[in-house]
């Protein structure tokens, strides 16, 4: 999931009611969900904004810890995996 999901997905916030609510088209919506906070642009960030009433710095602020948690989240999936695969290969894993 990317931070502008999980942002939506909290706020109950749809694709269509951020589309309708902010004027931009729904494929502006689709692509700015599925991309990354470094890939989203300005102006779809401010209409965002206006969407659910923040600052387009208030909203900023939020998707970037929300992004922070998702990376966070991925690296400690990914070192499990290690982990599981060291072991079946036979290391001795020292926490």
Known sequence: MTALEV???RSGLTMYRISKISG???STIKNA???TLGQTTIRTLQAIAKT??????ELLDELLEI???IVRQEL??????IKQQLIVLGYTIVD
């Open 33 to 35: 969900f599925k991309k």
């Open 7 to 9: 942002y939506a997905a």
């Open 76 to 81: 400690n999936d990914i070192n499990e995996l």
């Open 67 to 69: 992004e922070e948690t």
């Open 24 to 26: 931009l088209p729904p």
């Open 52 to 57: 659910v009433q923040a600052s387009p710095g």
